[in-house]
């Protein structure tokens, strides 16, 4: 194992350990401590590659998981998962469920943007402009509420708005 691999698990492993020993004395009740671990362990194996993993503990913690804001998060990563995994439809559902839990999320509304977008590329690509201007008014939609909630944030966004003639003026308020 290269030595870069060796220091990344130390620091992983001591990461662990520190962060089960703050769990244990933090003052909240043990489902919150529970629903954290395995939101916790869904990262690392989200982080590692290994999304099924990830998912059934993301899953997990989100039976336990009682704030609002823990549960958003949750669900973003999940989503983040099935738009990885191609599952656009099923990312979309869940990114919308984030953003019903925390509706402060404009990561999710770029997200959700983006698959509009893809799709509106496709549908020009195979010479469909109906289509084309509907999946873009969708991503455009979408996108206005993410650059309200994150002014400056998605530059490459606010770009797109403007050339695409799709901005509003109170994007930028």
Request: net charge negative; aromatic share 10%.
């Amino acid at each position: 194992m290269p030595s870069n691999q060796n220091r990344d698990n130390f620091i992983d492993k001591a990461f662990t350990v520190i962060a089960e020993s703050i769990v244990k004395i933090m003052p909240i009740a043990e489902k919150e401590k529970k629903a954290y671990i395995y939101y916790r362990d869904g990262l690392a194996a989200q982080n590692n590659g290994d999304y099924s993993e990830a998912l059934e503990y993301y899953k997990e913690s989100l039976l336990l998981e009682e704030n609002k804001i823990d549960r958003g998060e949750t669900l973003k990563n999940m989503a983040i998962i099935y738009m990885s995994n191609g599952e656009e439809d099923l990312s979309i559902e869940t990114y919308e469920k984030a953003l019903e839990e925390n509706p402060k999320q404009p990561s999710c509304l770029k997200n959700i943007g983006l698959i509009y977008e893809k799709r509106g590329r496709y549908a020009e690509q195979n010479g469909d402009l109906d289509q084309r201007d509907i999946w873009f008014d969708k991503a455009a939609e979408v996108w206005s509420k993410a650059v309200r909630l994150y002014p400056g944030g998605y530059l490459d966004i606010e770009n797109w708005l403007k050339n695409s003639g799709r901005s509003s003026i109170d994007i930028y308020l």
